[in-house]
Each structure stands twice: as structure tokens, then as C-alpha cells.
């Protein structure tokens, strides 16, 4: 070990090597969301589920997966996830399972839940750094056999080894993937458990089975599939001329196979036609037919910001797949079980060039233990409301709000404070619809926030995906929304305020017009026919004037 | 183009590749610090500071440090960094400067700014990315010419090219390094600016003589050296068995040059001797001539759980290099100004086997444009105080307190709610320690409370080194080093309240006291001489008996 001594530069030098990525993330796992046992237990399912929705969405399956998590001892955990997605070709399997950065999804402009081709690599380095072991694959394509594979994951070349591979003749499924990986974890319920999360996964995926067996559990609890259609597979569009900072359009005029300039713009980016190319290359005084290899960066500086000049269109956004309004009504009233459900849906906006969409729902219960409702006769119905457990989504009317986070159709569990989702949500002034808040806090009140944001690329605040960078537009976007969905609740709320009077007012006639009815039969002598006749025409007289 | 088809597994496997880091990074370049033009700017000095200070220490060198920022255009900028440190072999300096994860700090346990070898290299990458510039280096080593080097990022292999090598035969330096690097980015005063910056790494960073020229400023600013000595090179440790992990534990028995596992154990940590050794043998059921090569994975997981069961001293602490109390209080006095200021130092403690210590210090001054003091003969004085203004430390006594944040003397600037160190702050009870609360926040005085943490390895919540992770031990250290200093605040808090009140009574008395001598003039027939001499008396006695 080196002494506390001074060095020279060429000592320095002697010491300065590279970094592989597996051990940087080895060493720094809180960015990847394995800062404690219980997340951990929760990424590794997060990271395999995300891969098996990808997986059946691109070869157009209709997800089956079976979710497993096993106790082995009290501090490790077996868990597995088996999808009926494509399966994945024996030569990519140590990349796809045991090699940071390695993927497809990274470099196409596409909505797809995972995008860094980290997530499952980092899970099974988890588990080999905390259990010795490393991941085992069950692997079986349309074409192929199946193979079970054994892999151990070099740190210092970011690299694996396949250790043990048997062809598996009987294996159950004619094509799918089994991840299964032992880790030091811990299995708890309640909020931000594996449990929430396969449960909100299970809502904004409804066109996926899921079979879900956790430690406790004596049968698996089965998600059922609601929708028999699979999610269109996310188009892939080509980069917008504004997302594109100028280090990279110097980049793409070098590799470019475009013999002109004009043909390099039209070919490489989305929205440009000839009549956009020609504007652009007119305020960059440049010429239709230069080369692009032969731009000078001076020029191509001319370019970029002549390209931040012209006005373009927005990228399309047909990329963009939505949850839809229906489905997360329906979500959330089967999940949370609220008095109403308020959605919003933002047209697609654009942010660094990348599309995006935002979609809101607020679901809404009256504080208090009963419900009342207007029939459609006018009639106030009050019935009982069952009361509010911790499993509840929807909490007590004195607490904050929950919100319910998704990238991509992914539910974001943690980070909630630094999410741009929050952040909107804080900044909007919850008093103009009709919920408690106090400066820079969640709104308070007996209510769910579902916020859901589609995109070819979702900036998150760290490796581990847990929360969205706050790009202004992405908060203007989702601000908007929560504004569109906030209107409807506030308008509701304060109907709901005028019937809960009103229903007062109601009780009291209702208390007091047999007392009445008594009164008058002794003043005017009525025999107890008329008095009740009496009684009943005033009840109706009043009801019908204080119709809501 | 892909159209949006499905895919086969071989499809899939078509598609599926190796991502560079860099480019991983540019598409993430908000991980790095790089959100917004802004924090661009900062991100990028804060970069090329540390790594000159680092360099300084390491090489035993008083740091002299220049800090320029040009404007170039409205959003363009030029940084430039230069440092009197041991400069850098010319082989090394498209790595340094070009490649991400390189460098020598990231395998070593010792204390030191930069850890990742990621920053500098970054701060280049965005630089190019923004203007299609890469950075500009000159350097002289004590031995070498000095070079000017002009580099060029190559993002898909996550290498550097030198594109311009010159030699200046007459730099005026005798051996440092200077960076520079054109880049997209806004300057602005005021609260986490770079002025902010510079001023908080002067205040922790004594030893360093800091020129600082920004946009606007005729001449530069100079933050003179106030300390003589360089700080003690941090000492580099071997790893602490509790810190080990059982995959990492099974790579070091693969990987060791020692014969017997004996000798592996106290080789290759620290704390362990022969003692040590056999007892955790003993508990793992292990010979201590066993080979260490020949180790299974089932003994390696007996030896780790032996190792947690054994009794091992806390790793040295030797290694740690704090800011001290002194230079603590003097700083804060000098830039906060306050009425008194509390310091509190941690020893040392650990996490995941890695030591790390605590210091906090908290300026405070009494609410209100006066200062009452009691002077050495028990009389209260009261001052006016300066006004608040915007560029001060200490806010106004209805704000939250201000928060300075370091890691191993770095200022720590944004993500200031994701830290260690907030949530600490906001989970001690203010309350006792005599300032104002809410449930969840920051406490409200006027007040800075400043935490710094030193160690080997400090776990940042993203690559941006903005935030530190909420590891328990962590945050324990910090309330325990909170409610120290917070215990000295209330005492005086307290006693302030008796002053105040001690002081309105004896305004109170020199009000009424000369009222009083003219009544007793009146009533005893005293001369004016003897009227005066009695108020005087009454006047000391009541103030003896009052003596705070």
C-alpha cells in the first residue's frame, strides 16, 4: 500500500488507469436502486419485469409472466421472472444478462420501458456481489432448443462467462425467458413494496397476465389479462433538427451517406422537407449541394443556428403510446375504489427533440365515512364507505395526497421528492380545486394522483430510473394536465359541498316534518290518513324546490 | 428506418450492441450536472477546481489557482483553470481529458475531491457537444516542455484524440496545468452561482491562493491564502473486512498473491492480525493453511459470515483529513458574519467499511437590526447590525436556514432536499435549540448550518457529486454532530432571551430612574450634586443585583 507521501507527475501517471463500468456501478450500486436489501429486491423484479413487457411488445406476444420471490435464508432471496416473450439467441445472452451498457434500445428513438441497457446486467451483478453467484437464463427462441445457462460476471472487464450451459428438451414454453438470480434482500408489504409495485405495473398493463408468488403467499395471485390486444410496438422516429446540439450535428455531417446537404438534412432528421431545407440552408448561407463531409465547423455552427431559426414542425407522435383515458379511469377506480375519477390527456409536446405525453388522473373520495350521491330523480343517497386501511391507495382526508408515478407504463416508486412529477404537483395551487395545501407541500386530502409520461427518451434523475429530470417542459406539460383534470375535481367538489348542505337542510325537514304533521292534525283535527297525506305533499313540495 | 413490425429473437439480436459511455453520458447529461446552461457552467469549474487542488495535494504543492470565465457570445462561454500543480505526462492527457472512467483515484481508498474519473472529461464532452469544440490543454511538468494540446472527444469509442500538439518553450509557469474549454452555458450572481462556488471552496480550502475573473468584473477577485501548509495527503487504507462483500470476498481469494488464508486475512485488510485471523477461521470452520485459491463458494460464504460475527476494530482514521474546528469557525465568521458561531466534530465513524467523519458548525444571530452583547462588566451593550441583503449568508429571521454543504472540501451546491445532510437537519427537533420549525423542513432563523463530511469513498446520490446518499450511519453521525453544536445554540439562544428581557427592564429603570431622583430631590430637599450621586448609587445597585 502506498505511504502518505508526495508524488510527481510521473508517479501519477503510474497510477491513472481506466475504470470498467462494472465496477464503477459496483462501487457507486445506489445509482442503479440497490442502496438497501428491500430496494434491491424491488429493482431486481423492476428491471426483469420491464425487460419481458419489452420483449413481447417488439415481437407482438401477449405477456404471460410469472413473478417468484423466494426465501432462502432470513437476509437472501431467490427471484424469478418468466415471460413467454421471443427469447433471446445463446450468443447475446451473456451480453443481454451480464454486460453493462449493451443493448438495442439505447440508440433507437423509441418508446420502450427500458432505454439504458443497464437494468438486468446490474441485477445479477448485484446478486454475484452480495451471494457469490451469478444469474441463471433459461433461454428458449421460436427456431431454437432451450438452454440453461449458468453465467459469472467479470467486474473488471465488464464481461461474462457462461459457467454451465445444458440443453433443457422438456422445458415447458416453446419460446420465453427465465431470469433467476439469488440476492441479499429483504421482503417487506405495505407502500413501495414488490407488492405495490406489481400491482400498479399490473393496472397500466392490462393487456399482460401476471402470476405474482411472494414469500407468505400460498398461492400465487394472478393478475388477469383485461385487454386481449397488444400495445402497438413503439415506432422509431428519426432525430428532430431542434433536439440535436451542435457537437452532434458535426458528427452526423461526418458519417453521413448523403452526397448534398440538403438530401444530409431531409435523410437524417424528421420534418424537413425541401421547402424547410432550403430555408435553412439559406439563413446559413450555405449551398444545397455542398458536401457535408467538407463543412468547416464554423459552418456548421451557421447551420445550427440557422436550424434554431427556421420554424419546423414538431416531431411526430405517432411513436407515442399512451395508457389512454379509459384504462387509467378504470385503473384507478378498481384501485383505489374513489367517489370519482377526473382524466386528463395533454397533446404530444416535445422537449430536446424528444416527443412526449403526459396523462393525468385524479381520483377523488369525500372526507368522512359515508358517500352521498344525487339520483337521477334528485334524490340524495347516502350509503356507508369502508374504511381506510394502510393497503388503501386512497389515504385519510387529513393526509398528503399520494401520487402515483409512470415512465413508459413503468411505476416509479422512489425518488418521489426530486420527480418533476412532484414538483408540478407542489407547484400547483390545489386550493382553486378544493383540496388543503400548505406552501411547497403535496396537496391533503382522501385523493390519488396518477401522472403517466410516454416518450421515445425519459430523462431520469439517475441510473436507477426512479424519478424524471424536471425539463421545464416537461413540467409546463404535466402542470397543464394536472390543471385540466384539477378544474373538473374542483368543480366537483364544490357541488359536492352544496349537496352535503343541502342533504343537512334535507334531514332536518326529514326530522322535523312528522313533528309537523302532528302539530297540525291537533290544530285542525285531521284523522291520521290526511296527516300523513300532509306530511307527504309537504315533503315533496320541499324537495322539489331544493332540487340540487 | 425501422417501420413499426414485429421482431424474431434473431431480429432482436441484430439490433442489440455495446453503448459507449460517453455516449451513454451525452444522452444523460443531466447525471453529470450538465441540466441547464447554468449549472453547465458551474459543473465545469467545479470539475477542473478539484482535480487542480487534488493534484496540488498529492504532489505537496500550495495550490495557486486561476479561474477565468469569458463570454463569448450571449450563451456562449469560455472557462479556463489553471493550477501551479505537478502537471501531467503528455501520454496521459488525452485520457485525463478525454475519456470517461479513467484515472487514479477510483481504485484507491484514500480521501481526495474528484473519485469517479469521470468530471473533467465530462466537463470536455459537453463542451464539445455545445460548441463542436473539445477542451484546450497546456501543461508543464517539472521535467517536460510545456504542451499546448488541443483535443477532440471521439463519443463512440470513448477515447480522446490530440488534434494539435504545440510546444510553448516560454509558459510561465514551471510546472501546472491549464484547462480550457468553450462551451454553452449562462452566468449568473447569487445563490449556488459560480461567485458562490468559489468563495465556499476559499473558505474550506485555506491553503489556496484563488483568482477568480467573471463576466462584468474589471479585475479579478482574489481569495488570498491564509494557511501555509498543505493539507496532509490523504492516506491511503486497505479495506476493512466488515466492508467486504461476499462476491467481492470470493474475487480477492481468487485474485490474492498470498499461499495461506491465514496471511490473505491480515494481508489484505486492514485491522486484522493474527489474532483476529484465527478467530474468524475458527468460526468459518477453516484450516489456516488452507489455500485461498481453493477456496469454494460455500467455505468463502462461511468465512463471510464469520468475518461479520467477529469483533474488528474500526478502520484508521489516520487517513482522514477534516477541516477543523478553527477553520470552521473562522470561516463562517468571516463570511456569515454572525453573532456567535457552534462547532461540533464527530470522531470518526463507518459505513459499508468505509470511515468517514463528521463536522458541522452553526452561525446564528438574534432576530431584529440590533445586537445586544454583555461585556466583561455584566453591561449590555446593544449594536446595530449590517442589513440583510441578498448576496449574505445569514438570511432574514422568518427564512429557513441556509445550508453549506461539503464532501471532502467541495462545496456540494444542488440537490440540496436529496441530501444526507437535510434530512438530517430537517429530522432534528429545532425546537429545542431555540429556532422555529414545521413538521418536514428546514428550521427558520437566521442561521447557516454547515455540514462537511470527510472520507474515503463518499456515496453521492448521482455522478454530478451534488447530494450524498442517506446511508444510516451517515445520517446518525450528522444528527449526533447537529444536536452537539444545536445544544450549544439553544444554551445561548436561551440566554440571549434573558439578556433581551434583562435589557427592556433596565431600559425600563434608566427611563424612571431620573424621574425618581427628582421626586426624592423634591421630598428630602436634596442639592442637585447629591440628586445626581443618589441616582447613580440606586443605578448600580439595581444592576448588581440584576447581573446576568
Same mark, same amino acid.
Given at each position: ?45 423492476? #428491471? ?18 410469472? *413473478? ?67 444469474? /441463471? ?24 462467462? *457462461? ?13 420465453? /425467458? ?39 403467499? #400460498? ?29 452532434? =450535428? ?52 451557421? =447551420? ?30 378498481? #384501485? ?92 400547483? /395551487? ?91 292534525? #291537533? *290544530? =285542525? ?24
Amino acid at each position: 500500500m502506498a505511504k502518505n507521501r508526495h508524488l510527481n507527475a510521473e508517479q501519477m501517471a503510474a497510477a491513472q488507469r481506466e475504470i470498467s463500468i462494472s465496477e464503477f456501478f459496483a462501487k457507486n450500486r445506489h445509482l442503479l436502486g440497490f442502496d438497501n436489501p428491500r430496494k434491491a429486491l424491488l429493482t431486481t423484479i423492476k #428491471e426483469a419485469v420491464d425487460n419481458s413487457l419489452d420483449a413481447c411488445e417488439e415481437a407482438g406476444i401477449l405477456p404471460e409472466i410469472v *413473478i417468484e420471490v423466494h426465501q432462502l435464508e432470513e437476509d437472501r432471496f431467490r427471484v424469478v421472472v418468466e415471460d413467454d416473450g421471443p427469447g433471446i439467441v445463446e450468443k447475446q445472452v451473456p451480453n443481454i444478462f451480464g454486460k453493462l451498457l449493451y443493448g438495442s434500445k439505447f440508440h433507437s428513438r423509441r418508446q420502450s420501458r427500458g432505454q439504458q441497457g443497464i437494468g438486468i446486467s446490474a441485477a445479477g451483478l448485484y446478486g454475484q456481489l452480495t451471494t457469490g453467484r451469478g444469474p /441463471t437464463i433459461v433461454s428458449k427462441t421460436k427456431r431454437g432448443k432451450a438452454h440453461r445457462f449458468q453465467i459469472q460476471l467479470d467486474l473488471s472487464k465488464n464481461r461474462a462467462l *457462461i459457467t454451465e450451459d445444458e440443453v433443457l428438451p422438456d422445458w415447458h414454453r416453446s419460446h420465453g /425467458t427465465r431470469f433467476e438470480v439469488d440476492l441479499e434482500a429483504s421482503y417487506q408489504r405495505g407502500l413501495r413494496s414488490v407488492d405495490d409495485y406489481v400491482k400498479q405495473t399490473a393496472v397500466v398493463n392490462p393487456h399482460a397476465r401476471i402470476s405474482y408468488l411472494a414469500p407468505g403467499m #400460498e398461492e400465487p395471485r394472478i393478475y388477469e389479462r383485461k385487454v386481449e390486444t397488444v400495445p402497438p410496438r413503439g415506432e422509431e422516429i428519426k432525430p428532430h433538427p431542434y433536439g440535436v446540439e451542435l457537437g452532434e =450535428l458535426i458528427k452526423m455531417l461526418r458519417d453521413t451517406d448523403c452526397r448534398w446537404l440538403s438530401s444530409f438534412l431531409k435523410e437524417e432528421f424528421c420534418r424537413v422537407g425541401p421547402k424547410v431545407a432550403k430555408e435553412i440552408l439559406k439563413e446559413a448561407g450555405l449551398g444545397e449541394r455542398a458536401y457535408p463531409s467538407r463543412i468547416a465547423r464554423q459552418e456548421a455552427d451557421r =447551420l445550427y443556428r440557422a436550424i434554431q431559426k427556421t420554424r419546423i414542425s414538431a416531431p411526430p407522435t405517432s411513436c407515442l403510446s399512451p395508457i389512454g383515458e379509459e384504462q387509467i379511469r378504470e385503473g384507478l377506480l378498481k #384501485e383505489a375504489d374513489p367517489d370519482v375519477v377526473f382524466v386528463a390527456t395533454r397533446p404530444p409536446a416535445v422537449y430536446r427533440g424528444n416527443p412526449f405525453q403526459i396523462e393525468v388522473g385524479i381520483a377523488w373520495s369525500k372526507p368522512g365515512d359515508t358517500r352521498l350521491e344525487v339520483d337521477s330523480r334528485g334524490r340524495i343517497r347516502k350509503t356507508k364507505k369502508r374504511s381506510v386501511d394502510t393497503e388503501d391507495l386512497l389515504g385519510a382526508a387529513d393526509e398528503p395526497v399520494r401520487v402515483l408515478r409512470f415512465a413508459n407504463r413503468v411505476p416509479l416508486l422512489f425518488q418521489q421528492s426530486s420527480c418533476a412529477f412532484t414538483k408540478a404537483i407542489i407547484q400547483t /395551487t390545489w386550493k382553486n380545486y378544493g383540496l388543503q395545501q400548505s406552501r411547497g407541500s403535496l396537496p391533503v386530502g382522501s385523493a390519488v394522483i396518477l401522472v403517466h409520461m410516454a416518450s421515445v427518451w425519459v430523462p431520469f434523475t439517475s441510473e436507477a430510473k426512479e424519478a424524471i429530470a424536471p425539463y421545464p417542459e416537461i413540467l409546463k406539460e404535466v402542470k397543464l394536465a394536472i390543471q385540466e383534470a384539477g378544474r373538473k375535481l374542483g368543480a366537483h367538489v364544490r357541488k359536492g359541498k352544496r349537496i352535503a348542505s343541502e342533504y343537512e337542510k334535507r334531514s332536518y325537514i326529514e326530522k322535523y316534518l312528522p313533528h309537523v304533521g302532528i302539530g297540525l292534525q #291537533e *290544530i =285542525l283535527g285531521l284523522p291520521d290518513v290526511e296527516r300523513e297525506e300532509v306530511v307527504e305533499r309537504l315533503r315533496e313540495t320541499l324537495e322539489e324546490n331544493r332540487k340540487v
